[in-house]
């Protein structure tokens, strides 16, 4: 890997403390990193570079998976240096620009330079176009620019964001992390098929009923009031995470796999969703609000009680939707998509339904008879199972379901940021969300935004603690299927 200067922006929030400098911390004690590297932390705030230091090795105490001796901590930590930066100001990008520069000569590093920018989405345009006009972009190395999600507000607004951006980088040099593509279990998606016939052999609307992507969260709204009452489980987890989760699910493996090819087959899914229109949209669309109720014993408030939520608020904190894709393989398979906050556990998994067996004479069995079911668990545990059928050998050798499963020790899985962190500085582009998959999300998912906010479909209330409206159950009853695991 390429000696780099990796340039934080928003050295001293949130993200950076609990992901960034743990997940850089696990890549060195890996010996993940180049051999040389400089950090250079930005952010509003006056700080030495001795006390930013000193953060550093705090939130590598508080949120590290591992740690390791303090030889080492101090090692990784010596190459940590900041500056103050205001977004807005020229002058301070032409000091960064100096303190780079001379970090590189005295360091020996060639000028490759990563920008990370982990601050809001409204400051990207502006940070962009000041790392071009400054001349910090434009050394001999290479230069990389990461942001995440929010990638806009809307098909238009995202449109506008990527023009702004791609005034200052070329398409190949933004690397968008959508977290979910970091979490080992979906970047596994691909190889179990690739490597194992199998499963490849079956992934076919001739063999599979249909697919069920769960996203439940236990969280509330949290202090993100002013946040999520704009965008609701539609735009901060459907648009991204949950189509990601179906692009990966749903993607015919590439002849070579290679960035581009991965990413022109997952461009092929989401092209091949079949358009909704806006006056159907609650065909096929729950919308959901969290009242009171409880989770994990402990009473909670609605969310319109929620601090800074408005009592009338009509925000979508639970969305379930039927997806249908216009693809050979896919034809009448539907894709389940569910996901919101106050639910009655945290879990992120991925059920596939297969299709009864061809059908030889009916028989006695059955009802005892349950359909194989391959589940991928992708957090908090990750994990795989197969659900079979075979005799029970106690009871007059009925049939009985049996659950073959394979779990992953949670401590040896790298974090998703480790995962993404490393690929961004090896230039490997798989897993990030190319423009086009963004940009046709947002447009797949236009007519539900116009729907929501013309109220063109009720909003249904369900009790926090729960699994969610009883018409996400509806939506699959009609065809016949069930949630898998709501108990
Ligand atoms: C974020 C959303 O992108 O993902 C949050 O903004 C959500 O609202 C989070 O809680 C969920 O991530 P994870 O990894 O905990 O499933």
Redesign the pocket.
Known sequence: MEPVTFVLFGATGDLAKRKIYPALFNLFIDKKLPPSFSVIGLGRRELSDETFQANVAQSLTQFSRRQADEAAKQEFISAFGYNILNIDRKDDYLKLLDRIEQREKDQLLPPNRMFYLSVGPEFFATIAANIEESGLGSAKGWKRLVIE?PFGHDLQSARDLNESLSQAFTEQEIFRID??LG?PMVQKLSVLRQNNPVLDALWTSRYISNVQIT?N?T?GVEE?AGY?DHVGAVR??FQ??MLQLLMMLAIQLPKNSTPEGVREQKKRVVEALVPLKKQEVGLSVVRGQYTEGTIQGKPVVSYTSEPNIAPTSMNDTFIAAKLQLDAAFWREVPFYIRTG?RLKE?T?RIVVEFKEPLKQQPSAQDDLKQPNLLVFEI?PNEGISLQLNTRDPQHKGELKPIQIDFHANSQEQPE?YENLIFDALQGDPTFFAHWDEVELSWQWVEPILQAFQENLLPLHHYPAGSYGPAESDELLASSGHHWWFDV
């Open positions: 999600k977290h979910y979490k996203a969260e969280v993100r999520y901060d987890m991204n995470h906050k945290k992120t957090s998703a």
